[in-house]
């Protein structure tokens, strides 16, 4: 079956620390990929997305991912964290022959000042 | 503004009472979607729809129905509730399946 995988359940920083998150996808086949954030009380809300391309894109508040095909992963990346960064963060993935959007479990991440 | 309305947006119920919950878009997209959302199981679809009259089973659809009569609105049905319903739920739009704005969620409480 389909699956998306986060490795890293609960990560804590402190502010200006490097952060790299782990997605990886169980899929062959060609796939949208996404990374969605959800703010403690809030919805969840688009970061970035990745179709087709330069395989390193750049999403909102100073976000990256990188799409390595022969890893099955889309990693998000940010150089320096804020506290403002603490929410939690999905990745998702939608394999392209399907309408289907699937969701990992979540990373909850804690960014201390 | 654009948005995704759901209500209500905290229910207590009682097993076995049928309940609703509506979703509501104003951005006249053809693609609706329920997720729960569960700890450490993440987002998980229940069911989505392509357009008007057109809706399929995401991943946990057993004890949900939906309709889609108007491309606005996706309501959650739940004929008969039971506590393993207990969940948070999001109602998503999206113009296609990809970018998808989600609504406010509803927390649901089963006794």
């Known amino acids: 079956a389909q699956s998306v995988s986060q490795h890293n359940h609960h990560v804590i920083l402190s502010e200006a620390a490097s952060l790299e998150l782990g997605c990886n996808y169980s899929?062959?086949?060609?796939?949208?990929l996404f990374w969605y954030v959800q703010y403690p009380g809030q919805h969840l809300q688009l970061l970035l997305k990745y179709f087709s391309g330069d395989p390193l894109v750049k999403g909102i508040k100073g976000f990256e991912a990188e799409f390595i095909k022969s890893k099955f992963s889309f990693n998000l990346r940010k150089p320096s964290v804020q506290w403002s960064d603490t929410a939690e963060y999905f990745c998702a993935v939608n394999p392209d022959n399907t309408d289907k959007l699937i969701f990992g479990t979540g990373t909850r991440l804690q960014v201390f000042p | 503004e654009a948005q995704v309305t759901q209500n209500p947006r905290y229910l207590i119920t009682v097993t076995g009472k049928k309940l609703t919950v509506t979703c509501s878009q104003n951005m006249n997209h053809e693609y609706m979607s329920w997720y729960r959302q569960d700890p450490g199981l993440g987002l998980r679809q229940i069911y989505y729809?392509?357009?008007?009259?057109?809706?399929d089973k995401g991943d946990v659809p057993e004890g949900y129905k939906v309709s889609r009569k108007e491309k606005r609105n996706f309501p959650l049905i739940l004929e008969s509730p039971s506590p393993n319903q207990t969940s948070l739920y999001f109602c998503a739009s999206s113009f296609d399946r990809y970018e998808q704005y989600f609504g406010p969620g509803t927390r649901l409480t089963v006794t």
């Open positions: 899929y062959g086949g060609t796939v949208n």
């Open positions: 729809s392509m357009n008007v009259e057109v809706t």
